[in-house]
């Protein structure tokens, strides 16, 4: 047995990989093909028991982390967002009647200035050599795509966090492969959008932007989560989707909670925020 280096350490123990080769190339006997036999790690059935849920909870908080980690990225903007929102000019895949095709048709002035926003946040994480503010998606169609596309289209990397749908949701195609990152557990996948979120930006979306929205300020309430800037873009849309004003008259939040909310309708509106906060120098 060979010692090795792991992670610049010495480690003089077996290879995990090495010996899950070794066992592949055993002699197919009864006894070396029982699902008995079968080392725990390399064991898919075993694995995906149900008895096993903290060990898969744990090896999806695990994987994305260092592969982000290792890759230097140590920072991201967020940007949660309405699969449903389309391109301007392409018919609204979603829309089951013409109100709803007319909506959503109308909202495709918001995958533009998600993708603007996207190309701002890019350029300056370009500039700070691809580790700070990466745009961080869901992976997904509509709002997500214009991330990730945006990202792409200053040649910049970008993260999606994706996760398995019953209608087979496929990462779009402008995520950064590396980085395209698939998830069971929606838990873990929404504390992956905020480990390293330095701002939070939310475009019109359906139930699951809105449950975005509202764990994100709830942590931020609580003070469970540092407060960075929670940027919802389309202040007529949120105005009239969500009464913020009336929860606070009606005394479920405290005024002051407000104020954990900034509302925009463009992306350099956007980005002056982040950089007010964070004290971002402009580019020169």
Known sequence: MNAKLT????????????????????????????PAYRLAYADEDFLCREELRPVRLQLELLKPEMI???????STVVMFGGARIPEPGKDPWAAKNEIQAKNLAAASRYYEEARSFARLCSTHSLAANGQEYVVCT???PGVMEAGNRGAHDVGAASIGLNVVLPHEQAPNEYVTPEFSLNFHYFA????HF???????????????????????LTLIQTRR???VPLILF?????????DFQALADFGTISPEDLDLLNFVDTAEEAWSIIAEHHEIAPLT
């Open 138 to 140: 869901g992976g997904g």
């Open 68 to 74: 982000l980690m290792e890759a230097g990225i140590r």
């Open 225 to 227: 989560m540092d407060h």
């Open 194 to 216: 905020l480990i390293r979120a330095k701002a939070i930006t939310i475009f019109p979306g359906g139930f699951g932007t809105m449950d975005e929205l509202f764990e994100t």
């Open 188 to 191: 873990i996948r929404k504390m």
């Open 234 to 242: 389309g202040s007529e849309f949120w105005n009239s989707i969500v």
């Open 7 to 34: 992670n610049e350490a010495w480690d003089p123990l077996a290879d995990s990989r090495e010996d899950k080769r070794r066992a592949d190339r055993q002699p197919r006997t009864p006894q070396s093909t029982s």
